[in-house]
């Protein structure tokens, strides 16, 4: 009765809270496994930020349901911004969900749990549906370190939650509420402790992450707080590499950019949604930046590294997007010269300010536009590659690769994926690798082992 399934829809902060329930379910003893077949739990860690991701999870959902009706001791449950945004509703059409678990009350999983399994086992008629979507005072707070017994080589990090932008197309601020930040004492501590378990990379999350703690901490000699957090971090000892997202045009001061030429561990890589290259469609979408600004951004931090990889947000079809507001679009995209970039069919949802400009755009103009930004990515990043054949560049290993035999996947501190034939011992290492062979989203090469670690050398291949 306690193998746990978390099967995770949505970003990295939902990715996160999963891993942050399942430290807490194996702390009390729950057995968090890989196989959905075989577990007698499953808990839906769900995203609305499209419908796509809502319908998602609702067929998942449905489908768990005929698994209970054979085995009433089954137990599914929702949590995250699906549950928050739907709510009890959600038993309308799924009557078999035993919790739904909103995006405050992570930390409340395991009794919940336990509170429903305790009533199962009474033999009672079937127990009620647990619903617990209430706001929480600090509840940025109450999922604490998720540093449990399994190391990790990279990490997530939540600073802060919730969000206060009123992006007209946007649901996080109803799923996630206002923005509340982490204390920073809180945050370094948890990194220290990854660090000592054999964590050598984290991803600093929150929805605008250079906003952290702009209400709650003061400036200190002209820095803000998101950049004393990120000196902090770039001192912590084993920590060789940091990243975060995403951030947001508004508050990214120039003390920010000087954190591309001081610290070190700063990744040359920054994902910064750009979401419309048209100043009147970045208008309505309540964006309170112009794309020149963007640019603008873009170029200070290729000034001091100009190396710099860099990927974004788009959405296309917003309501009342012209062929002549995506040809903006299309233009700025091309000129930025994005390495990556998330490209996102505009979804209209409940209760945001555009939810009454409908959906205009048709589904075939999307798709078209969609398919433009593709092609332009997909040459760019080929290109970008291709540039890199012959050089070495340091690549840090996260385990194997999903095909063949000692081949193993880590990434450049640009955030490209490399396969190489290594060995598991350097499995949280940083080593220099030489790319003989690319693809547009994956580098191939060989360990460089002359100047390696002794150690390292040894390593058998
Ligand atoms: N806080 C982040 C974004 C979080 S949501 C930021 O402001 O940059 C991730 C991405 O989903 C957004 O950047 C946007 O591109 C996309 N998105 C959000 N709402 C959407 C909607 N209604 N339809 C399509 N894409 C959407
Ligand atoms: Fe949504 Fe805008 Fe907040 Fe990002 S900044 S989470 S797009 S409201
Ligand atoms: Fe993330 Fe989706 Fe929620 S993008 S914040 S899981 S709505």
Redesign the pocket.
Known sequence: MNRVYIKTYG?QMNERDSEAVAAMLRGKGYSVIENEQDADIVLLNTCS???QAEQKAIGKAGHLGKRKRKNPNFIIGVMGCMAQNRGEALLDSLPDLDLIIGTQKFHRVPDHLSNMIATMQGQGPRPESIVDLAEELDSQNTIKSHVDDKPQVTAFVSIMQG?N?K?S????PKTRGAERARPMEDIVKEIEELAAKGTREVTLL???VNQYGIREFPYVDKKSPFVQLLEKVNAIEGIERIRF????PVGFKQDLIDCYARLPKLCEYL???M?SGSDRILKAMR?PYSIERFRRIIDQIREVRPDMYIST???V??PGETEEDFELTRKHFEEIGFDMA????????PD?T?EPLGDPVTKEQKEERNQVLLQILAKRSLQRNESLIGKVEEVLFEGPAKKGEDMFIGRTRGNRVVIVKASTRLIGQIVPVRFNRVTASTLFGELVLEGVESELATVEL
């Open positions: 970003c930020v499209r419908d969000c932008m992006c197309y946007c649901i996080v929150g929805q605008i997202t995403s951030p947001h994902h910064f949604p979401q964006r947000d788009v959405i079809g917003f998330y490209l996102f069919k505009y979804s209209v949802r945001t555009a």
